[in-house]
């Protein structure tokens, strides 16, 4: 199998509207009056985000998934993708028709088809790079600077599970059950991203960032870019019961500064209700304070870094 054939065999079937079946050197999109079109780009590399022995569809899905986080925190609607793979020379065919059942699952879940992208060998790491666009209507992306003091700070969906999954991953040592057990482990490997959020968000939020490097890593993020201080309740994080039975009273500082959650931080007028949930507010000043039983916690680390 050549590049060629891979493509054809693999890839084309997933081709959308200006994809011109990945048969041109490049492909159309169409610009749409009265609204934005948001870019975003995130790899995804053996050793680093996920491990050899996962499935391949799975892979799949987190390499899409890690994008279209990044695309419902900014409050667009997702529709199309590159791929950029780098393929280690032994990749053997039912791994890459696998990883397209993958792409294909996810391309019905989240509405969106390929474009294009370019297919390379490597001699290192299995590494999977997906740019991924969204439609806002005009000027409406959710940025990182607009938090102000006053606002609510919110989070989607649970904390940690995906860190705890890596944990488990990586040999540590626990008592779950295999019903939670699972339950972490698949959030490691296919995230959860609150995509339907995204139209919600537009309407509601003053400032927003997905969560990657974890809770407060990226809250830092938003605070330092809002100019801002963020107080972060700790009993209010929503942590599951899966986590809290593997960390037990470690679970809190572990959880906020675990990556890989993919879950929407947002802020955004006080008292509101949806599928998130408050867990501070938003002062003049900067950084950000964790508190722990109303005291400053002082944190292991400071979030997931490359480098
Ligand atoms: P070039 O010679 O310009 O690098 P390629 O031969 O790599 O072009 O690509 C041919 C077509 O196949 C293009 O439309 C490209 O977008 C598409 N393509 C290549 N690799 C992938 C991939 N991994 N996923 C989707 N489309 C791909
Ligand atoms: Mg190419």
Not at 5 to 27: S, V
Not at 75 to 101: K, M, Q, R, T, V
Not at 161 to 171: C, D, N, Q, S, T
Request: charged residues 20%; negative net charge; glycine residues 12%.
């Amino acid at each position: 199998m050549d590049e060629f054939d891979i493509i054809r065999r693999y890839f084309a079937p997933l081709a959308g509207e200006g994809a011109f079946g990945l048969q041109d050197d490049a492909a159309l999109i169409a610009a749409r009056p009265g609204f934005d079109l948001v870019v975003t780009s995130d790899a995804v590399s053996e050793g680093t985000d996920f491990f050899a022995f996962d499935p391949a569809d799975t892979i799949a899905q987190k390499a899409l998934r890690v994008n279209m986080s990044d695309l419902a925190a900014k409050g667009a609607e997702p529709f199309a993708y590159l791929l950029n793979l780098s393929l280690p020379h032994s990749i053997a065919p039912d791994w890459l028709a696998a990883f397209a059942e993958g792409l294909a699952s996810d391309q019905q879940e989240f509405g969106i088809s390929l474009l294009g992208g370019d297919t390379g060998a490597t001699d290192g790491p299995l590494t999977i790079a997906v740019t991924a666009f969204g439609y806002v209507p005009q000027g409406r992306m959710v940025r990182r600077n607009g938090a102000r003091p006053g606002d609510a700070v919110y989070v989607t969906g649970h904390i940690g599970e995906a860190g705890g999954g890596l944990a488990i991953f990586k040999r540590e040592k626990h008592g779950l059950s295999d019903t939670d057990r699972d339950q972490l482990t698949a959030r490691y490997r296919v995230p959860q991203p609150p995509v339907a959020l995204a139209a919600r968000l537009r309407d509601l939020a003053h400032a927003a960032i997905d969560v990657s490097d974890g809770l407060i890593a990226d809250l830092g993020h938003l605070a330092a870019a809002s100019d801002v201080r963020i107080v972060v309740e700790g009993e209010r994080v929503p942590l599951s019961a899966p986590l809290r039975a593997l960390w037990g009273d470690q679970a809190l500082p572990r959880a906020v500064t675990a990556g890989d959650d993919y879950q929407i931080a947002f802020t955004a007028p006080p008292g509101l209700a949806g599928p998130f949930t408050c867990i501070g507010g938003v002062e003049a000043g900067e950084g950000v304070d964790l508190l722990i039983a109303g005291r400053k916690a002082v944190l292991p680390s400071g979030g997931y870094r490359h480098f």
